[in-house]
């Protein structure tokens, strides 16, 4: 943790006091491994883009907005003229500015600070009764109805999971909501599982002694791979039927990986990639608000920010949490 000044509230922008933050899986690689996936940290980087917070200052027009306003914050910037924006896939925006990521140089600072900025276009306000911590959390549901959305219409489909950390537990949710049949998680790790089995799961494999358990049961409609592992990809093409769907939302490692690319052709397999989210973040915050989706029943431990470093340490140990949430205090 570091002290620094702050700059004057730039025109055009909403000054946000931290509320509340979840420590996502790529905040722990750039933690470890200074990258995730193909992004590279070249230059300090702060972290953070689950986040919440009180609106405490604003500059310039920001309608509907006022200090004081509590406050989810959408990690997006689009900038609404390219063509993935011109085509409503505004998760693929060609200038996007996403808080906490090292995809772009100079690098976009993230909302792990006591103060931070954001545009008043990201600042979705959150009803009294919606604490900081569960509004952190709309940012990951909405990459997980993303995710959903990209599989299809999964009604009455069978669905297997790979992993069962945050992301995958809350795509499981997020595709029970839109009428999966049968979901079955699968992972290496017992006690992630036996967290998928108190949230509703219908079936787990553990597969850290081999995968013939997995290959015992008959082909899923549906696979969505969330390990972010070249295994977990080449399990998730071998687990589904001949025409069924692949989704990653995984970040894989960086660079070239070997995957069973034979299969996807022999199978004809639709493989379908998810990259973080559109208009889902709304949805996020409306399923939250609603109780549509009970997004805390996911957190195993709350920590004030001024020991993030101990809360992401704490988060890498799977044996002991599933969920880690940064508070202001």
Same mark, same amino acid.
């Not at 100079?106 to 103060?115: D, E, R």
């Not at 093409?237 to 660079?255: C, D, E, M, S, T």
């Given at each position: 943790?570091?002290?620094?000044?702050?700059?004057?509230?730039?025109?055009?922008?909403?000054?946000?006091? =931290?509320?509340?933050? @979840?420590?996502?899986?790529?905040?722990?690689?750039?933690?470890?491994?200074?990258?995730?996936? %193909?992004?590279?940290?070249?230059?300090?980087?702060?972290? +953070?883009?689950?986040?919440?917070?009180?609106?405490?200052?604003?500059?310039?027009?920001? #309608?509907?907005?006022?200090?004081?306003?509590?406050?989810?914050?959408?990690?997006?910037?689009?900038? *609404?003229?390219?063509?993935?924006?011109?085509? @409503?896939?505004?998760?693929?925006? /060609?200038?996007?500015?996403?808080?906490?990521?090292?995809?772009?140089?100079?690098?976009?600072?993230? *909302?792990?600070?006591?103060?931070?900025?954001?545009?008043?276009?990201?600042?979705?306000?959150?009803? %009294?009764?919606?604490?900081?911590?569960? $509004?952190? !959390?709309? /940012?990951?549901?909405?990459?997980?109805?993303? $995710?959903?959305?990209?599989?299809?219409?999964?009604? +009455?489909?069978?669905?297997?999971?790979? *992993?069962?950390?945050?992301?995958?537990?809350?795509?499981?949710?997020?595709?029970?909501?839109?009428?999966?049949?049968?979901?079955?998680?699968?992972?290496?790790?017992?006690?992630?599982?036996?967290?998928?089995?108190?949230?509703?799961?219908?079936?787990?494999?553990?597969?850290?002694?081999?995968?013939?358990?997995?290959?015992?049961?008959? #082909?899923?409609?549906?696979?969505?791979?969330?390990?972010?592992?070249?295994?977990?990809?080449?399990?998730?093409? +071998?687990?589904?039927?001949? +025409?069924?769907?692949?989704?990653?939302? *995984?970040?894989?490692?960086?660079?070239?990986?070997?995957?069973?690319?034979?299969?996807?052709?022999?199978? /004809?397999?639709?493989?379908?990639?998810?990259?973080? =989210?559109?208009?889902?973040?709304?949805? $996020?915050?409306?399923?939250?608000?609603?109780?549509?989706?009970?997004?805390?029943?996911?957190?195993?431990? /709350?920590?004030?920010?001024?020991?993030?470093? %101990? $809360?992401?340490? !704490?988060?890498?140990?799977?044996?002991?949490?599933?969920?880690?949430?940064?508070?202001?205090?």
């Amino acid at each position: 943790m570091v002290e620094r000044p702050l700059d004057p509230l730039g025109s055009g922008m909403v000054r946000i006091r =931290f509320g509340a933050g @979840g420590i996502c899986g790529s905040d722990m690689h750039y933690y470890r491994h200074a990258r995730t996936g %193909d992004f590279v940290v070249t230059s300090p980087l702060v972290l +953070g883009h689950e986040i919440s917070g009180e609106v405490v200052e604003i500059s310039g027009s920001a #309608p509907g907005l006022k200090t004081g306003d509590r406050v989810a914050v959408n990690p997006s910037r689009w900038c *609404g003229h390219c063509t993935p924006c011109r085509e @409503g896939r505004l998760n693929l925006c /060609e200038n996007i500015f996403f808080m906490g990521s090292a995809s772009k140089t100079p690098h976009m600072q993230g *909302g792990f600070s006591s103060l931070f900025d954001a545009i008043p276009a990201q600042c979705v306000k959150i009803p %009294d009764h919606v604490s900081y911590q569960a $509004a952190a !959390l709309a /940012e990951p549901l909405a990459v997980c109805l993303h $995710a959903v959305v990209r599989a299809g219409d999964v009604r +009455g489909r069978r669905a297997v999971l790979f *992993g069962s950390g945050p992301i995958g537990l809350l795509t499981m949710l997020a595709a029970r909501r839109a009428g999966i049949a049968e979901a079955t998680v699968v992972d290496i790790a017992a006690a992630p599982l036996a967290f998928a089995t108190r949230l509703g799961a219908n079936h787990v494999i553990d597969i850290s002694k081999g995968d013939e358990a997995l290959k015992a049961v008959p #082909p899923y409609d549906v696979a969505f791979e969330v390990s972010g592992t070249a295994a977990g990809l080449a399990s998730a093409i +071998g687990a589904v039927r001949r +025409g069924g769907i692949v989704v990653q939302i *995984g970040n894989l490692p960086g660079g070239q990986i070997s995957m069973p690319a034979n299969a996807v052709m022999a199978k /004809e397999i639709d493989l379908r990639g998810s990259f973080r =989210f559109g208009s889902e973040f709304m949805t $996020a915050v409306d399923l939250i608000a609603t109780g549509g989706v009970d997004v805390l029943s996911l957190v195993t431990a /709350e920590r004030p920010l001024s020991v993030a470093p %101990d $809360a992401v340490r !704490l988060a890498l140990d799977r044996s002991q949490s599933v969920k880690v949430v940064l508070t202001a205090h």
